[in-house]
Every structure is written in C-alpha cells, then in structure tokens.
C-alpha cells in the first residue's frame, strides 16, 4: 500500500497544511453538542447515582409532595436489555439491585426545566443498603471479599521468553528464578501509578431522540459504532434504525471512547419514554466522578544483567485495578504488559499480569491504554539498574535499546522501521544531555536543576490479530467535478483526522487538496472503520483511505485517457454513466504480522513508534515544588503527514504525562472522589507548561500511507512520567518510584532516612 | 447545575453608595438577607456547587455594587494608600502607585500577579476577598502585611478596624448585616521591602496551600516594623503574631532558624485537605518565613 | 426583563434575567455558542469574552453586571469576512486542535495583542484558559506568529 513510482503533481503530504476545520473552530461556529439549538419539545436529562461504593438498593422513593406529572423516569426495568454491550456485558445501563461503585447510575430523569430537574432530583431519595467496599486492587486480588465474577480478577495474562518459555507452564517460574540466580547483577524494585481523568475541556454531552427512521443520537464521541452496538444490544432494534453521529469533539484522549454508550443510552431511554428528544450534558463534576479513568497500576520487577550492563533477565508482576465493571480492561491490561518490558532487549522474560475487580468507579481508556503504566514501571527499574551499575542511564539504555533484529518479550523479531537508536541520539544531542547531566547544583542554591531520560515505543494499531477480526473499512466516493469524499467512522477529536486523511486522499488520487471532503461520520453514511483508538487512525485507517482514493482517482484517469478531456470533465462522465463512483475498502495487516493470542507470543504490532524524552527540571528545595525548564523529545513517526499536527500530538501527550506526573492527582475517601473539580484536579496552564524542543525522526513503515506513516497518537503519552522522574532524581538526589510526584510526596520522601541514592 | 437557580434572584444596582446604605440598612432591620456581589468569583461559583434552594421566593438579594463609584478609586495621599473594596486586582496591577510607576505599594500587584488569572484578576477585588473570609485569601495576607485598616460604612456612620481584628473565626467577622467594606487604608512607609511567596497548586489558578505576605521597614540592622499575613494556615488569615514580636524584638543578625520555627509553628494550625496536608504546609509556612528572613539578611 | 448590552461592537436588547450569567444569556436568547462551558467555576476560560477590553469568564459574570456595556466574543474578533492574524495564524499553526478552548484562547490572546503587552507575559496571557491538547506550545508559537504577521491586506473567507 505504499506510494507508487506514479508520483501526483499534488504534495499534500508532508505539508503542514491549515486544519480543515480550522476556520469554524477560530470562529467560534464549529458546532459541539451542546451547541445545538433546542430541538422541538426537547427534554433535559440527568442521572441519580449511588452515593456509596457498594451497597443494595432496597427502594427508590418519591416525595409525594413534589409536582412529578411532567418528569419522565426511566429506571431499570425500563432497559429492555440492561447490558452495556462492550467486551464482558456486565454493566448494567442502570443498577437494579446491585450497587458496585460510587457514582454508579440507578435511574434517569428528564424534564423541560432545568431548575424543576434539579428539584425533582432532590425529591428523590434512596433507601440502600451500604456493603463493605473493597478499594484496594491487592486486597482484591486476595480475594478477600468476593465482589466480580468468582474471584475478582477481569483478566490474567503470561508472557514468557528464553529460559521461561517452558512446556509446562509450572515450570516458568522456577525457571526464570533460575536464570536470574545465574546473573552477575540482580535489582529489584517496585513501582506504582495512580488514577489520572482525561479531563477533556468539553464534557461528555449527548442528544438522543426517536421517529420513525428510529433511534438518533449526537453526541461528543470517538467511536459511533461503539455507540451503535451498545444500542443494538440495550434496545433490540434493527441496526438499520440506529443513527449515531458524531458531533464536533473537544477533546477524547480514551475517555470518549466506550463511555459515550452509557450517557447516549441513558439519553435514549429518556427519549423513549417521554417522546420527546432529550439533551444530556455534564457538568465537571459529574464528569470527573462517573465516567472512566486511567487504571492505577503496581509492577514489581526484578532483573539480572552482566556487569557491563547487558540485560539479560526480566521478571516482572502487573497488577492493575479495573475498577467495578470490565469495560475495556482485558485490552488495557494486554497493552500494558505487551509494553512492560520497554523498548529492550531480554534474553528471558516472565512477565504476569492480572487485573482485578475494586468498588471504584470503572477505569477505561487513557491515551497510552495500559503502557504508560508499565513503561513508568521499566523506565524508572532502568534507571536503578544503572545506578546500581554506576553507569549513566542512558548509556544503559543505548547498549540494551532494541534494534532491527532483536527480538521483543514476545518474541516479535524487529524487521523494519526501528529507530530507537536514533531518537535516542538525537534528543541527547540536541538537549546537551551529557553535559548537564554531569553538572551538580552547588549545595547552597535553593534550586536544584535535573535532567533525565526516557526511552521507549509504542505499538502502532490494534494488537496481533485485532486488525484482522475487525475488518475496518473506508470508503472514497467520486463527486461532481472530480472531487472526492472521504467516508470514515474515524473521527476526528481535535488530532487532526479530517486534515491528514485529505492530504493522503489528496496525493493518492492526485487532486488538490481543496477538492477532498470528510464525511461527518454517521453511522447511517460511513462504514465501520473501527474505532478511533490505538494509534491506528493514520496507520490503518489512512492507508485503506490512500487506496480507495488511488482507486477512484485511477479510474477518472483511465477515463480520461481513454475519452479525454479535463480531469473534472472525466469525473463527471463517469459519473454520468455509472450513477456512483466509490471505493469502499477494507484494511488487510501486513501477511507477516503472526500472532498466538493464546500463547501470547509473536508480532504484538506490525511496527512500533519509538522515541526519546529528556525532561530538565528545576526543585525547590524548600517547597519541592518542580519548575519543568525544558522538554526535548525525538519521535519516530514514520512519515509525518502533517509535521505541525505530529507536533501537537507529540507535545499535547507529553504535557499530559508530565501533568500525571507533577499534578494531576485523585483525592479518595472510602471510595468517593474529593476533588471532582478543575480548582482541585490540577492539570498544568500555559505557565506549568515548558518550552518544548520537538523533533521529528522518519523511520518509514512501508505499509503505512502517505510514505510510510506510523501511529502517533499514544506514544508520546508513555514517556514524558518517567522523564520527568530522572529528572527529578538527578535534581534531589533520592529515588523515586511512585506517582504523583507532588510537593507533598516529596517533602514526605525527603524526610525518609535511606532513601538518597 | 444548580446554577439554575441563579436567575431567580433578584437583582438590584444601586446608583450610589448611601442608596446602598438606607436599603441596606431596611432590610437587615426586616432580617432579609442581602448579597453584596462584586467579582462574583468566589460567590458565584458557590452557587455552581451549591443544591437548589427549596424555594426561590426565598433567595436574597443581589446588589451589585461592582461599579459603585465610591468603592471603586484607588489613591495616594500622603503615604496613605486608599483601595477601594471595589477595585480589581487588574486595576491594582496598572495603578501607577502599585503595579506600575512608582510602585509604592510593589507587593500588591506582584500578589495580584499569582492569583487566578487575568480573567478572575479582571473581576475580582480585595473587598470580595476580605468579605467571603476563605483562609487561603491572597489578597488579605498582602493587606495584612500592610497592617491595613479596613473602612465600614453603613448609615450608622463610618468606623475604621485594623485587618488583624476584622476576622472573627472561620467565615465570621465583625461586620454588621448593615455594613459595607467601603475602602483599605494602607499607611505606606517611605522605605520598606516586602515579600511575597505563593506556594500554590500550580502557576496560575492556584489557590494557595501556603502564601506569606510581608512588609518590612529595617533601621541600623533592626526591624522597626513589620507586617505579615500568611494564607491556608490557620482558619483565618495568619498575621503571625509570635513571629512578629520575635522580629521586632530581635536584631537581624542575630535571628535563628530554630527561634523563627518555633514562633511560626505556633501561629499556625494548618489542616489537610484536598490541595495538601498539614505536614507540608507546617514545613511552608517555616520555611517560607525563613526565606523572607534569609532576604532581609538574617542568618537562617 | 430587558437587558441593553452592546455585544460584538452592536447594541443589543436582550429578555433575560440579570441574575442569569452573562454565559447562559449570551449561549442562550443571543445564541451566540462560540463562549464555551467547560466547569462553570471561572477555572478553564472556555467562556472568555471581553467586557470593556478585559478577559472575563463569562460563567462568573451574572448578565446584569454588563448592562449597558461591551461584550466581544469570539464570534465578535474577525472583522467581517477576514479572519484576524490570531486567528489565521490558529488554525494555520496548531494553535487549534480539538478546538473547544480555542474561542476563550483566541480572546485572551487578543486582549494580550491590544492591551496587555506591557503588563503581562504571553504565557501569563493565556493561563487562565486551560487546553488538554497541545502542551500549549503551538498556542504560543501561533500567537508570536500572528503577532509577527502583516496588519494589513488579510483575506479570509469565513464560514465555509
């Protein structure tokens, strides 16, 4: 699917081309959900949620006293199937009986009044019966109490290579043991993360109502088919009367991928039952409370490698806490630990993961999908096997950085479009890495500088055969005039799809770029792509749009050459003669991509994004409060398509991680979040933000589009954590293994006698 | 969303300050309550977080006294320095007396700087800031630092309180129903230094997990007077009285780290919240007022 | 009742309570949904207008606190049909992404163009106003951008 020796006359690709949707965003008229007008009749919906972590609903009771004659409710029994339909169907679309989290929906309220909503609400009041909660993922996985499936675990997962790799699996264990005995060095170490909100500015919003089409729904999402089976399952109806459409988003990052079901089901059962449309909207706090988070996560690792700091072996254990229901946690939980070994080389590896069932609100997508966690876990373990060696980190992780040949943990060989190495290099150079690294705040200053390092990839698209079972598709269509229009359920949430997939479509079919549309995805309009979500937009997505639009522009050419005239004139003939011109595609992954879902073991992905972070920070050392001075990265995109959008994504991710890092912190109470607030969830401004010096490295993917373009969305999200870390590290001088770094946690870090390095 | 409620209120805008003052006066006569709104930056987003009012008959009234004249000018006479409650930190910031020009009054434009945002800076003022009583008011600890007086009015007359007697408890004062903050006099000595230190939740809209304010007037290697005012320490704004009388005791030179934490530790009472604990806030506060004294040349 | 407030350099009558925020009203009757919602607590600046010349948050400031005078939006910065060089240069330089704070970005940034150069920094211009996707970098570069561009004979074309 690469480029042709056929070169167009148009170079879209590789330009950094405004936003196609740029005009109406400066503008002020792009139309988010909610700025849609009222639609005649329109309802205003909202949800009464549990107020405790578990519990039984015994009752629901109304005041007798309160006016209910123009309040529609919608409780359970009014879902005719009361399953979220996702990857376990176990979330109900509203709680019976059974409360498993706090902020858990038990029934929905809708009205045409805004303030009697609110009043109606305070009108209701729940008799529960509060259950001990179980919070905390190790006491889950003791199976203390029993409160998901027979023994609270979603998912369990074992990766073994080398010496672990044995027939039996019993025998792994003592196996990697063994190995490990048998190395010169030996580190241990124990890692943690915590929950972190996408916090997306605009909040989750969705318009739902019935006619005789059937059901529609508008909304903020990243995913209209995820929507669309959720409704399939929920109401029964024939998917041919089930319309999703997005809206513009602002903003997604994983959490308007599976929740935007929950709030677009919840609006439609409203609608429903009154008859009327119905507008769901929520505020921050309902927002940040309810709706998914990224899972917290524990490693304990412990490696063996030579003296001269060749890794050899890698034992490691992830744990990550799902929360009350599965959403998408089984993936999550493989992305992580397909990623737990970082970007190195391991002779022997045994990596064993669960993740287990707590009565917290249910953790789902967060750009990064499981590999930041992981990756916070290797990076950080690096780092103390480097210090253990007295060796500079980042020589550590220059000897044992995968290169082309080397195999991964499960056992991929690399055959393309590698470049560890040179990120690596090229962030070190362009950040005087070395130089500053060797430099050491005199001891009286306040402040104290640090410079640290990250080294990691990303998968790019679905992992093993995820591709393959979903079949995405694209369509390119012919319209008057030779223009064309591009046809995705790819969406577009502010990462730039509708620019990029015009610039491939552009230069594939060899038109100006001003003569390709994008669809609005709809459901009813476009073909299922797939969702918008593992760094496979570009990658997967783009190059079944580059072929259908070489396929259309190749079938107006040969009609041209063959009756002549203009490009636009041969459009129209054929247009003229065959009624539709379209080519709706479907994506097939490279033949070598070979994976055993069962053992784990083969082509995770069909390539990997690599890149490097170096963060420097300044510590006061009287507050702990760390000022990030500089950012440099180096990222290995394959092509950028569009170098200014790779650079907002590289950066935006990497401010995201760095604001996990410092900030962003969820305050818990027996369950309940204490700071569901953007005064209180602190997410870095303009000000917290660093000048970031971002450079793009091109190690093309020859199946990618546009030349060889890789998924960018994740990866820069995977290292910004750990560098910061380093830095931190360097700066103060005692390390660092748990997230958030906040002042507070410093301080408290600061106090620990042994903890210098 | 019980922002809903919001636009049930009534809202009234008086055109002059003793129309404010007779109303005022009528309605806490009738114990009917009254909001005096300003900014609203505080208020307003109680309202965001606050459950719907039983009875919207029974919201009080809203007076808006955001462009009242006569709480709104900001001048220098003498050394007196008058702020009116009304003034934004905006206007603090391109007054010539204290954000720009000669910058007699430093300390308050660069406390103004750390708050919010130009956004909460455009709309908020030091009147809203006494008036709502949250500890972690900035713009108090900076009036503190000043040993201001706050003016009242109400149609009883005027009286005058010094900042450190305003603040009664936590969220009390000793303002009447019938009173307004009508103005801040700050006697500005010819020569001082003043600090400022925001140990916040970030760069910008932040609210304060320590901040310290202070004012400084140092004669032949002693202080002979000193204002401070320190921020989310205490559950009201810590003038730091111990400290104080330490410092105006004590020659500069002869001023100890461990005489300096003992005097803070016990002016303050810092809890833990959702922005930070007690522990590192105790660790601030001592270490900010060692910082501010390191400044001044002491030995610490 | 009736509010008189001139909005995008037009006097408009508007029926709406003063006690309503100035957000509702101008999302609302003035159906004017460039300001955006993104907390309701001043902490975002999604739904910065000017009023009088300074950034507000709009769900801070209650509708009658402005009668009688001026509201620009973000609806309200282009001069006609031609974008403003902020604007060109938002959506030229990655300024934009999922473009939900960029109608309040794009208001801070020109109150920091006209009025407030010598008081703040370009950063300090734009912290109250929060955005989750571009790390801000390309916010600022566009912002130095625009104001590095030519004032005169900019065309653009708006509503496409």
């Given at each position: 699917m690469s480029r042709t020796a056929r070169d167009r006359e148009t170079h879209a690709v590789g330009a950094s081309v405004p936003r196609a949707d740029g005009t109406p965003k400066v503008i002020g008229t792009a139309r988010y959900v909610d700025d849609f007008p009222p639609m005649p009749g329109e309802l205003f919906g909202l949800t009464v949620r549990s107020p405790v972590p578990r519990g039984l609903l015994n009752a629901v009771k109304f005041d007798p006293t309160f006016d209910w004659s123009d309040i529609t409710v919608v409780r359970a029994e009014d879902v005719p199937v009361n399953v979220v339909a996702l990857i376990a169907e176990d979330q109900p679309v509203l709680a019976a009986r059974h409360l498993n989290h706090a902020y858990e929906p038990i029934l929905l309220l809708a009205c045409a009044d805004k303030h009697k909503l609110l009043r109606a609400k305070q009108a209701i009041s729940l008799d529960i019966e509060p259950l001990p909660p179980v919070l905390d993922p190790e006491a889950a996985l003791q199976n203390a109490a029993t409160i998901w499936g027979t023994d609270n675990v979603q998912k369990r997962y074992l990766i073994t290579k080398g010496a672990a790799d044995t027939p039996t699996p019993e025998d792994s264990l003592p196996a990697i043991d063994a190995a490990l005995a048998a190395c010169e060095v030996r580190v241990t170490g124990r890692y943690s993360t915590h929950h972190q909100e996408q916090l997306y500015i605009e909040p989750q919003g969705v318009i739902a109502w019935w006619d005789d089409k059937g059901v529609h729904a508008t909304g903020s999402l990243q995913c209209p088919f995820y929507v669309h089976k959720a409704f399939l399952k929920a109401f029964g109806e024939d998917a041919s009367r089930i319309h999703i459409t997005q809206a513009v988003t602002g903003g997604g990052f994983g959490g308007k991928e599976e929740y935007p079901s929950i709030i677009a089901l919840h609006a439609a059962l409203l609608a429903k039952k009154s008859g009327r449309p119905v507008r769901m909207v929520y505020d921050r706090k309902e927002d940040i409370e309810a709706t998914t988070k990224r899972h917290p996560t524990l490693c304990e690792i412990e490696t063996g490698c030579d003296k001269d700091g060749t890794l050899r072996v890698l034992k490691m254990r992830v744990?990550?806490?799902?929360?009350?229901?599965?959403?998408?946690?089984?993936?999550?939980?493989?992305?992580?630990?397909?990623?737990?070994?970082?970007?190195?080389?391991?002779?022997?590896?045994?990596?064993?993961?669960?993740?287990?069932?707590?009565?917290?609100?249910?953790?789902?997508?967060?750009?990064?999908?499981?590999?930041?966690?992981?990756?916070?876990?290797?990076?950080?373990?690096?780092?103390?096997?480097?210090?253990?060696?007295?060796?500079?980190?980042?020589?550590?992780?220059?000897?044992?950085?995968?290169?082309?040949?080397?195999?991964?943990?499960?056992?991929?060989?690399?055959?393309?479009?590698?470049?560890?190495?040179?990120?690596?290099?090229?962030?070190?150079?362009?950040?005087?890495?070395?130089?500053?690294?060797?430099?050491?705040?005199?001891?009286?200053?306040?402040?104290?500088?640090?410079?640290?390092?990250?080294?990691?990839?990303?998968?790019?698209?679905?992992?093993?055969?995820?591709?393959?079972?979903?079949?995405?598709?694209?369509?390119?269509?012919?319209?008057?005039?030779?223009?064309?229009?591009?046809?995705?359920?790819?969406?577009?949430?502010?990462?730039?799809?509708?620019?990029?997939?015009?610039?491939?479509?552009?230069?594939?079919?060899?038109?100006?770029?001003?003569?390709?549309?994008?669809?609005?995805?709809?459901?009813?309009?476009?073909?299922?792509?797939?969702?918008?979500?593992?760094?496979?937009?570009?990658?997967?997505?783009?190059?079944?749009?580059?072929?259908?639009?070489?396929?259309?522009?190749?079938?107006?050419?040969?009609?041209?050459?063959?009756?002549?005239?203009?490009?636009?004139?041969?459009?129209?003939?054929?247009?003229?003669?065959?009624?539709?011109?379209?080519?709706?595609?479907?994506?097939?992954?490279?033949?070598?991509?070979?994976?055993?879902?069962?053992?784990?073991?083969?082509?995770?992905?069909?390539?990997?994004?690599?890149?490097?972070?170096?963060?420097?920070?300044?510590?006061?050392?009287?507050?702990?409060?760390?000022?990030?001075?500089?950012?440099?990265?180096?990222?290995?995109?394959?092509?950028?398509?569009?170098?200014?959008?790779?650079?907002?994504?590289?950066?935006?991710?990497?401010?995201?991680?760095?604001?996990?890092?410092?900030?962003?912190?969820?305050?818990?109470?027996?369950?309940?979040?204490?700071?569901?607030?953007?005064?209180?969830?602190?997410?870095?401004?303009?000000?917290?933000?660093?000048?970031?010096?971002?450079?793009?490295?091109?190690?093309?993917?020859?199946?990618?589009?546009?030349?060889?373009?890789?998924?960018?969305?994740?990866?820069?999200?995977?290292?910004?954590?750990?560098?910061?870390?380093?830095?931190?590290?360097?700066?103060?001088?005692?390390?660092?293994?748990?997230?958030?770094?906040?002042?507070?946690?410093?301080?408290?870090?600061?106090?620990?006698?042994?903890?210098?390095? | 969303m019980s922002i809903a409620?919001?636009?049930?209120?009534?809202?009234?805008?008086?055109?002059?300050?003793?129309?404010?003052?007779?109303?005022?006066?009528?309605?806490?006569?009738?114990?009917?309550?009254?909001?005096?709104?300003?900014?609203?930056?505080?208020?307003?987003?109680?309202?965001?977080?606050?459950?719907?009012?039983?009875?919207?008959?029974?919201?009080?009234?809203?007076?808006?006294?955001?462009?009242?004249?006569?709480?709104?000018?900001?001048?220098?006479?003498?050394?007196?320095?008058?702020?009116?409650?009304?003034?934004?930190?905006?206007?603090?910031?391109?007054?010539?007396?204290?954000?720009?020009?000669?910058?007699?009054?430093?300390?308050?434009?660069?406390?103004?700087?750390?708050?919010?945002?130009?956004?909460?800076?455009?709309?908020?003022?030091?009147?809203?800031?006494?008036?709502?009583?949250?500890?972690?008011?900035?713009?108090?600890?900076?009036?503190?630092?000043?040993?201001?007086?706050?003016?009242?009015?109400?149609?009883?007359?005027?009286?005058?309180?010094p900042i450190t007697a305003y603040q009664t408890g936590y969220k009390r004062s000793v303002r009447e129903g019938d009173e307004v903050i009508t103005a801040f006099e700050i006697d500005l000595p010819a020569r001082y230094s003043w600090y400022w230190r925001k140990v916040g939740t970030r760069r910008a809209q932040s609210i304060s997990k320590v901040a310290l304010a202070a004012v400084a007037v140092v004669d032949s290697g002693k202080l002979t007077r000193v204002g401070l005012g320190m921020a989310s320490v205490a559950p009201v704004t810590a003038p730091l009285q111990n400290t104080r009388t330490l410092l105006l005791s004590t020659p500069i030179a002869d001023l100890t780290r461990d005489s300096l934490a003992a005097a803070v530790r016990s002016d303050c009472a810092p809890i833990d919240d959702v922005r930070s604990t007690r522990e590192y806030r105790e660790h601030c506060a001592r270490v900010v007022v060692h910082d501010f004294c390191r400044q001044l040349g002491a030995p610490v | 009742m009736k509010l008189t407030l001139t909005i995008n350099g037009a006097p408009r009558e508007v029926e709406a309570s003063p006690t309503a925020r100035l957000l509702d009203v101008l999302r609302g009757p003035l159906a004017l949904t460039g300001s955006k919602e993104g907390c309701g607590e001043g902490e975002c600046g999604a739904c910065t207008v000017l009023l009088d010349g300074d950034p507000v948050n709009a769900c801070l400031v209650l509708a009658g606190q402005c009668e009688g005078r001026e509201v620009i939006t973000v609806e309200g910065l282009a001069d006609g049909q031609s974008l403003t060089p902020l604007q060109r240069a938002f959506a030229e330089h990655g300024g934009a992404q999922c473009g939900i704070c960029t109608p309040g970005m794009l208001v801070s940034a020109t109150a920091y163009e006209k009025t407030h150069k010598s008081l703040v920094t370009l950063r300090e211009s734009i912290a109250g106003n929060i955005c989750r996707c571009t790390g801000y970098q390309r916010i600022v570069d566009s912002i130095e951008r625009a104001g590095d561009a030519d004032r005169t004979g900019t065309f653009g074309s708006v509503g496409a």
């Open positions: 744990l990550m806490d799902g929360g009350a229901y599965v959403t998408l946690t089984p993936v999550v939980l493989s992305r992580g630990v397909l990623h737990a070994a970082g970007a190195y080389s391991w002779t022997d590896a045994h990596i064993e993961a669960a993740a287990v069932a707590t009565n917290t609100p249910p953790n789902g997508a967060f750009r990064g999908f499981g590999a930041p966690q992981t990756i916070w876990a290797i990076e950080r373990h690096i780092d103390k096997v480097a210090r253990t060696l007295g060796m500079d980190p980042l020589d550590l992780k220059r000897k044992n950085v995968l290169t082309l040949g080397a195999s991964t943990a499960t056992g991929q060989v690399l055959h393309t479009s590698v470049a560890g190495v040179e990120c690596l290099e090229k962030a070190r150079a362009a950040s005087e890495y070395d130089h500053k690294r060797a430099l050491r705040s005199p001891p009286g200053s306040r402040k104290a500088r640090g410079i640290g390092a990250a080294v990691f990839m990303h998968g790019a698209g679905f992992t093993g055969s995820g591709e393959r079972y979903l079949k995405g598709k694209a369509a390119v269509d012919l319209l008057p005039g030779g223009k064309l229009l591009i046809r995705t359920a790819s969406t577009d949430i502010g990462q730039g799809t509708e620019t990029v997939f015009r610039q491939i479509a552009a230069d594939a079919a060899g038109v100006p770029l001003a003569n390709v549309d994008f669809a609005v995805p709809s459901t009813t309009v476009v073909p299922d792509s797939g969702p918008t979500v593992a760094s496979r937009t570009v990658m997967v997505v783009g190059s079944i749009v580059e072929s259908a639009a070489r396929s259309v522009g190749d079938r107006v050419r040969a009609e041209q050459a063959s009756s002549g005239g203009t490009y636009a004139e041969a459009a129209d003939r054929l247009l003229a003669r065959e009624g539709t011109v379209t080519s709706l595609l479907q994506y097939s992954p490279p033949d070598y991509v070979k994976w055993d879902d069962q053992r784990y073991k083969g082509d995770a992905y069909p390539c990997f994004g690599w890149a490097c972070f170096i963060a420097e920070v300044e510590v006061d050392r009287d507050t702990f409060e760390v000022t990030v001075t500089d950012f440099w990265s180096a990222t290995d995109v394959g092509k950028a398509i569009n170098p200014v959008m790779c650079r907002g994504q590289i950066e935006g991710g990497a401010l995201q991680a760095i604001g996990w890092a410092l900030w962003e912190e969820l305050v818990w109470k027996d369950g309940l979040i204490k700071n569901p607030r953007m005064t209180n969830y602190i997410v870095p401004t303009a000000l917290d933000a660093p000048p970031f010096h971002t450079l793009l490295v091109e190690a093309p993917f020859s199946f990618g589009p546009g030349g060889g373009a890789k998924g960018i969305g994740e990866l820069p999200m995977d290292g910004g954590a750990p560098a910061i870390a380093a830095a931190v590290e360097h700066a103060l001088g005692f390390s660092l293994d748990d997230l958030p770094l906040t002042p507070e946690r410093l301080f408290s870090k600061s106090l620990t006698k042994g903890a210098s390095l | 409620d919001l636009a049930h209120h009534s809202m009234w805008r008086p055109a002059t300050l003793p129309e404010l003052l007779t109303r005022l006066a009528e309605r806490h006569a009738k114990t009917q309550s009254t909001i005096l709104l300003a900014g609203g930056t505080d208020w307003v987003v109680e309202q965001e977080l606050s459950p719907p009012h039983s009875d919207p008959a029974k919201l009080p009234l809203l007076a808006d006294i955001s462009r009242l004249e006569e709480l709104r000018g900001i001048e220098l006479t003498g050394s007196t320095l008058r702020i009116g409650a009304a003034a934004t930190y905006l206007e603090m910031r391109r007054h010539p007396h204290i954000g720009q020009g000669d910058k007699r009054a430093a300390l308050l434009a660069r406390m103004a700087q750390d708050l919010g945002a130009l956004q909460i800076q455009a709309r908020g003022t030091l009147g809203g800031n006494l008036a709502t009583g949250s500890p972690a008011a900035d713009g108090v600890a900076a009036l503190m630092a000043y040993d201001t007086t706050v003016v009242l009015q109400s149609t009883r007359g005027e009286r005058k309180v | -």
